[in-house]
């Protein structure tokens, strides 16, 4: 089956610190990868996606490669700000599977 | 466009009380999902309709719970009767296509307490 795999515990750090948060997956058949963020009081968002190997999704400052060969799908923000403050998601869907398999999330909390 | 609400945003019931949850998708959308988050674990897919048909249930926990869409718009969620693990943030999630190659936009939540 699908499931994702984040790291352990919450991540707080300084603000224009850099954040790299770790997610690797399995996946039976061709997954597209994203990153779901949910600020306080919100839902989910979209931050990015990537859809075939060695894609780059960005936005906002953060980026994640689609790695095949790793299976793996990092996030990464050079600077982060406060605002970035927030619960991270890393997901997957394959092909002919409607359904989103989530990573448990990680609590980013970035002081000033 | 408006986006998928849903509400209550929040609900504290006790042990043995039914709670009913809905969402509204974005309109057009015929494709409605529903997740849930037990704290600290994976947001877990319940469901899926599309129009009003059932798709895909094989998420749902038990026969405690019971979805519905008729006329394939809103969406409810009921518990009957709710259980303490029951606890958690009931997502929903509407797309205009369906699998891997359209976008999800989720609602706030329902955050559920069962006490």
């Known amino acids: 089956g699908n499931s994702v795999t984040q790291m352990e515990g919450p991540v707080t750090l300084s603000e224009e610190a850099f954040l790299t948060i770790n997610c690797t997956y399995t996946?039976?058949?061709?997954?597209?990868l994203f990153w779901y963020v949910q600020y306080p009081g919100e839902g989910l968002q979209l931050l990015l996606k990537?859809?075939?190997?060695?894609d780059k999704g960005s936005n906002k400052g953060f980026e994640a490669t689609y790695r095949k060969e790793t299976t793996s799908f990092h996030l990464e923000k050079g600077s982060v700000q406060v605002s970035d403050s927030a619960v991270y998601f890393c997901?997957?869907?394959?092909?002919?599977?409607?359904?989103?398999?989530f990573g448990k999330g990680n609590q980013v909390v970035v002081i000033p | 466009e408006a986006g998928v609400t849903q509400f209550p945003s929040h609900s504290v019931i006790e042990k043995g009380q039914t709670v009913t949850l809905r969402c509204d998708p974005i309109?057009?959308?015929?494709?409605l999902y529903w997740y849930r988050r037990v704290m600290g674990k994976e947001i877990k897919f319940l469901l899926h309709?599309?129009?009003?048909?059932?798709?895909?249930e094989s998420g749902m926990p038990n026969n405690r719970f019971l979805a519905e869409r008729t006329g394939g718009t809103y969406s409810t969620l009921k518990v009957q009767p709710a259980e303490l693990e029951d606890s958690g943030v009931y997502f929903c999630a509407s797309s205009h296509g369906g699998g891997a190659g359209y976008g999800y936009t989720f609602g706030s939540g329902t955050r559920l307490t069962v006490v």
């Open positions: 990537a859809t075939k190997a060695d």
């Open positions: 996946a039976t058949g061709y997954p597209s």
């Open positions: 997901a997957l869907v394959t092909w002919g599977n409607n359904r989103l398999a």
């Open positions: 309109s057009g959308h015929d494709n």
């Open positions: 309709f599309v129009k009003e048909s059932k798709q895909d």
